[in-house]
């Protein structure tokens, strides 16, 4: 983003001093006349950028420039190599989060798929906001989860995008859309653009829905049968047929309100968009593993069973 800031205004910004990508920038980078700089993430490192300024008729320009970055803890150790005091708050507040992360939440029989653990989203997501309709792409997680103990350190490690929880409407005009998109395999399988810490190059996907059906429930279109791209069987929303002018409400996430990164483009034009600020999509699945076998083992069935990309009712 400063990269392209940067080249759409040439001339406009000397310095740009950028965060939210988290990028390591080593060395200065330079589009036309504006230097950018980044200091990556979590704290690793301290950059240091020196300017020199000159002045000509009345003008200030930067002359020479240096810059660098600096790993923290060599900082800190420098500074004070024997502070136990500080060691020990350090190892206090690692071993407390340690502890919150090793927390076993439930205990999978079998391995939850990718497929699966999509689906699952979709529902959950619808259930949350009371929606007609759940919906969710690919890299809503960056793969499935393994037999045995789920633990919150295992969803943190599988949900690396801060992906928001939300709902919002969309049009039967575009869920006739999306249906269609999702057996376009130049969306499908584009790749998401991930930076810093999130995950990258994972596929955008078939988007998948809880609550939408097509027909008799068979799974929404099919790329091996290009003829269900243009013919396929009505689409039914809790079992009503759609209508194309009536507007929906679909529990779903920030990043396919809109096709900037949801990746399809009849995300375009939803309205009414309600998120719940600072929880993210790995809240809502500790959640769920942590409500007891009853709750979850009834859940992880039928998203088991929809975990091809059908859509489906409960």
Avoid at 61 to 68: E, L, M, R, T
Avoid at 234 to 257: F, K, M, Q
Avoid at 274 to 279: D, M, P, S
């Amino acid at each position: 983003d400063d990269i392209k800031f940067a080249t759409e205004n040439p001339g406009l910004i000397d310095v740009i001093i950028g965060g939210h990508s988290h990028s390591e920038l080593h060395e200065i980078r330079r589009v036309g006349d504006t230097i950018i700089v980044q200091a990556g993430m979590l704290g690793k490192f301290v950059g240091e950028l020196e300017l020199d300024l000159e002045t000509e008729q009345g003008q200030i320009n930067i002359g020479a420039s240096h810059y660098g970055l600096h790993e923290t803890a060599n900082i800190v150790s420098a500074a004070a190599p024997d502070d136990q005091a500080q060691s020990a708050i350090l190892e206090k507040h690692r071993a407390a989060a340690e502890s919150i992360l090793d927390e076993e939440l439930y205990t999978l029989k079998e391995d939850l798929p990718h497929d699966s653990l999509i689906q699952l989203l979709a529902k959950l997501l619808r259930r949350k906001f009371g929606a007609e309709i759940g919906m969710m792409f690919g890299p809503g997680v960056s793969r499935g989860l393994s037999k045995g103990p789920v633990r919150v350190r295992d969803i943190y490690e599988i949900c690396r995008s801060f992906i928001t929880p939300a709902v919002f409407e969309i049009s039967g005009r575009q869920i006739e859309g999306l249906v269609r998109e999702r057996d376009n395999p130049a969306i499908t399988e584009a790749q998401g653009f991930g930076i810093g810490f999130r995950p990258q190059g994972q596929v955008f996907g078939r988007l998948v829905f809880a609550g939408l059906t097509c027909g008799d429930g068979e799974a929404l279109g099919n790329s091996d049968n290009p003829e269900k791209l243009t013919n396929f069987p009505a689409i039914r929303i809790n079992g009503v047929t759609l209508d194309p002018e009536r507007w929906y409400t679909v529990g779903s996430a920030t990043h396919l309100y809109s096709s900037e990164a949801g990746g399809y483009p009849s995300m375009d034009g939803s309205r009414n968009l309600k998120l719940e600020r600072f929880r993210y999509i790995r809240d809502e699945l500790v959640d769920f593993f942590r409500s007891g076998p009853d709750k979850v083992d009834g859940l992880l069935k039928v998203a088991d069973e929809n975990g091809d990309g059908r859509g489906s009712q409960p």
